[in-house]
């Protein structure tokens, strides 16, 4: 690959990670999950540099059919635990983007993510998620396609309290 | 001081249809709580699977302390207050490991496995009666330490009780859990789920065998599932598992009052006949699940796993730390940091002996349920922090747990039983709390 094709990958990938961000800063889980391959899958593991999502436990790891059924759920008018609903501001930085390595993996974008959280009411929770995140991505005729989506949080084993939205 | 709280002032709290708000929000109540309950109960602190070897340990809380949980050179399982005797500190970082023995990072005195100070620098400069061996500067141990097939529990009372008197019949769950491993062990493993909610301890325990929360709270968990088509290909990891967890939650009325709850003088309960309705039962028709009932009947006979895998409690609350599901493994601790705030500790247990994918479900279990992302304990405790604003206000001043009075039928040692909608388990685990908090040091 050459270095104008890569700078090109790059910043395509960083406008697409961005429109990610704006997605679910505004609470448009719907689309966000339509980002989603149909067999793409979600993973925030519990345990750093965790390798296996089956024996260990993770904060979430869903395929789409289940993440459907999470943001389903954040549509329900009872919610409890996201109403009032979270008002986040998700920044994204330091991103690097490389030729996918697996089967139907076009892309892979390494960057840094910060999740700033408020949620209103008596909790008044001001609260900052922070890691690394990893998107595998396929390029398709309706653009790209998350095949996977890692966001490996530094505190990712620390005691927490609800994580309500998606980061 | 809390032990001026007089009984008869605390026996105008608890009644047998209500109890006061104080309970939840009395810094000095709660401080009566950690030294009559937490300072005297057996409160489950590890599983023997976590510390194996001589050398192995694992923190834990007990109470108010922050102690050590270590298994000795000589095998037998002491758990030790982690404070240097000298100035203080803590003598142990790490949540778990092993070690020869625990250095003090301030002025390096050295303590063995069994909190025996070893050594302390520059012993000239100390007094000539400074003796190595005086139990004082030994790391304090827990008084009583006991195991019950592999769960390792300790009481801050030097007397009292032994474990299996005070867990009697909810012992139960624990036989349940260790008969369904094949190899008839079993272990922790996929790792830990802690979550903090600003809420009281109690709050926990009496939303768990609360039958009628789940339709109200995690109604948009059920909807959302229910939305869901129910032939999808569940991908593998999952295998509809989310789906009937959520689901699980949306019994009708009719469904939750066929239900029975039994609760012990103790303090305990649990809910019977939850998996009958067959919705969040781990005996699915798969190969799995008939490789698994294989073993377990080469182990025990086609009679003893038949019951062993029938068993059909739910939500079992060992009063007054810990939770036990026996059917997907898991566990959950409870532990009480303030008046208002309140830590949860969840993982599973592997049934050495089954199939990988059964430990796969149960480690599913465990995300789903107690992840902080988890669609259903968040609404719980969302709820707790939500009753724990509202007990704020000095008025009203009493919390209703009138559902069900009357109908509670009394069986032989002193166990209560109801059918499902009832707030029975509020009611025993209140008696049981009066009874702690007003029995004589």
Known sequence: MNAAVEIDVKSEAEAFLIAEARLLDAGRFDEWLALFAEDGFYWVPAAPGQSDPLNHLSILYEDKSVLGMRVRRLGHPRVYSAQPAPRTAHLVGNVTAAPGAGPGVDCEVRSTVMMAEYRPGQAADRRLWAGQQTHKLRRTPEGWRIVLKRVDLIDCDAVHGILAVPI | ?441
Request: aromatic share 8%; hydrophobic share 40%; proline share 6%.
């Open chain 2, 1 to 441: 001081m809390p032990d001026s709280i007089a009984p008869d002032s605390l026996r105008r709290l608890v009644l047998p249809d209500r109890v006061h708000r104080s309970l939840y929000t009395d810094p000095a109540i709660f401080d009566l709580e950690m030294t009559r309950i937490f300072g005297r109960c057996w409160l489950f602190l590890a599983h023997e699977s976590q510390i194996r070897a001589p050398g192995d340990f694992v923190r834990a809380r007990l109470g108010r302390e922050d102690v050590i949980v270590v298994r000795a050179r000589d095998g037998r399982i002491r758990a030790l207050v982690n404070r240097c005797t000298h100035r203080g500190a803590q003598v142990c970082q790490a949540e778990r490991g092993n070690t020869a023995g625990f250095a003090c990072p301030y002025h390096a005195w050295t303590f063995g496995l069994d909190g025996a100070l070893n050594s302390v620098p520059h012993r000239q400069s100390l007094p000539p009666d400074f003796d190595l061996k005086d139990p004082r500067l030994a790391l304090a141990a827990v008084p009583r330490v006991e195991s019950y097939r592999g769960f390792v529990f300790g009481s801050l009372a030097p007397g009292g009780e032994s474990l299996v008197e005070h867990l009697g019949p909810i012992a139960a769950v624990i036989d349940n859990v260790v008969d369904r491993a094949p190899d008839g062990e079993i272990e922790q493993a996929g790792g830990i789920a802690r979550q903090e909610y600003r809420g009281n301890w109690k709050l926990h325990h009496e939303n768990a065998n609360d039958t009628l929360h789940p339709g109200f709270v995690h109604e948009s968990s059920v909807s959302a599932a229910r939305g869901d088509p129910r032939d999808y290909a569940a991908p593998a990891y999952d295998g509809h598992q989310t789906h009937t967890q959520m689901l699980s939650n949306g019994f009708g009325v009719r469904e939750w009052q066929s239900l029975s709850l039994t609760g012990f003088p103790a303090g305990h309960s649990y809910m019977g006949g939850f998996y009958r309705g067959g919705v969040l039962s781990p005996d699915r028709d798969d190969p799995v699940w008939r490789e698994y009932r294989a073993r377990l009947v080469a182990r025990h006979g086609e009679e003893k796993t038949a019951r062993v895998l029938g068993e059909d409690r739910f939500n079992n609350l060992l009063y007054p730390n810990v939770s036990i599901n026996a059917q997907y493994q898991q566990i959950r601790i409870v532990t009480p940091l303030a008046v208002d705030r309140t830590r949860v500790t969840a993982f599973c247990f592997r049934l050495k002996g089954a199939p990988e994918a059964l430990f796969h479900r149960a480690v599913r279990f465990l995300t789903n349920l107690s992840s902080p992302a988890s669609m259903i304990l968040s609404d719980d405790i969302e709820i707790f922090e939500r009753v724990q604003g509202g007990l704020a206000n000095p008025e009203p001043e009493w919390l209703d747990q009138s559902r069900g009075l009357g109908a509670d039928r009394t069986e032989a040692g002193g166990r209560t039983v109801s059918a499902g909608l009832s707030e029975l388990p509020h009611r025993a685990q209140y008696a049981a709390w009066l009874r702690y908090m007003t029995a004589a040091a």
